[in-house]
């Protein structure tokens, strides 16, 4: 079914509106023209009639027929008579009706004689068609102006009214679509401009709730991703050293070739288990930490003693590998943290350092201070890493040949770690190839 426009509806009703009024106030008037037209004939029937009744009134009562036989014969389109005051007839013209019971159109009694007791009276009224005309015609002109000006404000009135209704119902449309839409009635300031900007308002309101549902859509699902690949990873790492264990038991318990040597392989079984708590320590503070259930309490730290509490057990692993870790740190650098994560973070990084770093390499720790905040960098010259792979680094249980392995005994978990600690005390952080090395800073909070 084919919508009739509201431009049509609009313009119908005002036209239909101003008709009826312009009937109604022409029925209202009607009666005044008729007593203005009835008014004009009596003037013109006295003013017509007037000489006769001159004429009469000043000639004797015995020379009444002649004066009105006179008259009659200068205007015979007039009928008239004069009647004495007995109703006999004293003149009449020869088309004038003197009977008792009068059955003409029209009788006008245009002088009663107050001493000789006659009267003149008019059977025909003078020609007032020109008169008519002039007046149907004023009035048919009349209307016309007036259908023609309802016309032209009814087209603008419903021009004014629908035009900005119509913006806002294409507005409303683009909006249905979730197009970009500009505000379109800007500088109203009737009912009109608030209901655009009302609507322009709630649309932005609406485009930036769907914008914050569909990044939390999304957010979930990477969420509900991660925690698959989470769980996935973690059954993978902890399956192996179970069976290896399982398998070492089983021998043990068969008595089969070397494992007869019960002792020797209950401390590798007790290795495995020992490996396995840490694994299993370490995924229950990954998931606290991505569970927010493990929250910074931070402290004013010289950040020179904090860098010093972690590096002698790395020491000895970097000698061993012909590295040397140089540290360079104002004693004044205080920074606002919480101790023992930083404590955490610096250890996996820069174990992460120690183990990827070739024989010879140089581990350089250093700081930068800035008006309210304090850039740790820690360098692993002489290393690099293939850039597709440094996004995945902080995956959990990510590894690759030349990154992590099994055989230093790593979990797999350590960058996890650190992302989720920095993340929880709000620092920012970063891991790239520069010309020397693979550079980690972080920006940790002045106290």
């Known amino acids: ?5 509201f431009f049509i509806k609009i313009f119908a009703y005002t036209i239909i509106a101003m008709i009826l009024i312009v009937i109604i106030t022409a029925a209202l008037f009607s009666r005044q023209f008729f007593t203005l037209s009835r008014t004009i004939e009596r003037e013109q029937i006295i003013t017509s009639y007037q000489p006769l009744v001159d004429r009469v009134k000043s000639s004797d009562y015995n020379n009444i027929p002649k004066v009105a036989q006179r008259f009659h014969d200068n205007n015979q389109s007039f009928e008239f008579s004069i009647i004495d005051d007995n109703g006999g007839v004293i003149y009449a013209t020869p088309g004038a009706d003197t009977s008792t019971d009068f059955s003409g159109d029209f009788y006008w009694v245009l002088y ?6 006659y009267s003149i009276i008019a059977q025909t009224r003078p020609s007032l068609t020109t008169f008519y005309n002039e007046i149907i015609i004023r009035a048919l002109v009349a209307f016309a102006i007036i259908l023609a000006l309802c016309l032209v404000c009814a087209y603008i009135f419903a021009r004014q009214i629908t035009n900005p209704i119509k913006q806002l119902a294409n507005d409303a449309g683009k909006m ?7 505000q379109s009635l800007p500088n109203r300031l009737d009912e009109l401009g608030d209901l655009s900007r009302d609507i322009h308002t709630m649309y932005d309101k609406l485009k930036e709730t769907i914008s914050q549902l569909e990044n ?6 990477e969420m509900e991703e991660a925690q698959r690949y989470f769980f996935s ?3 993978h790492e902890l399956k192996t050293p179970i069976a290896a264990t399982g398998v070492l038991l089983e021998g043990m318990l068969a008595n089969v070739g070397e494992y007869k040597n019960h002792p020797k392989y209950l401390r590798e079984c007790v290795k495995l288990m020992d490996a396995q708590s840490k694994l299993v320590s370490e995924i229950l503070e990954t998931v606290n930490l991505i569970d927010g259930k493990i929250t910074p309490a931070p402290e004013q730290l010289k950040l020179q003693n904090v860098v010093a509490s972690v590096l002698p057990t790395y020491q000895v692993l970097a000698e061993r590998a012909d590295q040397q870790i140089y540290v360079t740190i104002p004693q004044e650098e205080i920074v606002f943290v919480d101790g023992n994560m930083l404590k955490k ?3 996996n990084v820069v174990l992460n350092a120690v183990q990827n770093a070739p024989p010879g390499a140089e581990i350089r720790i250093w700081s930068e201070p800035d008006s309210d905040c304090c850039r740790l960098y820690v360098l692993n010259t002489s290393t690099h890493i293939d850039e597709k792979i440094l996004p995945k680094l902080f995956d959990p249980f990510y590894r690759t040949d030349k990154v992590r392995n099994r055989k230093n005994n790593r979990s ?9 600690m920095l993340q929880a005390m709000g620092a920012d952080f970063s891991l790239e190839n520069t010309a020397e ?4 800073r972080m920006v940790l909070p002045k106290a």
Not at 112 to 117: C, D, E, I, L, V
Not at 412 to 420: D, H, M, N, R
Not at 437 to 440: E, T
Request: net charge positive.
């Open 345 to 347: 973070v610096l250890s």
């Open 112 to 117: 009663k004689s107050p001493t000789n007791g």
């Open 216 to 221: 939390e859509i999304l957010r979930v699902r």
């Open 437 to 440: 090395g693979v550079l980690f």
């Open 412 to 420: 797999g978990l350590g960058l996890t770690i650190v992302q989720k």
């Open 176 to 182: 249905t679509r979730l197009e970009d839409v500009s």
């Open 1 to 5: 079914m084919k919508k009739s426009g």
């Open 233 to 235: 990873a973690a059954s």
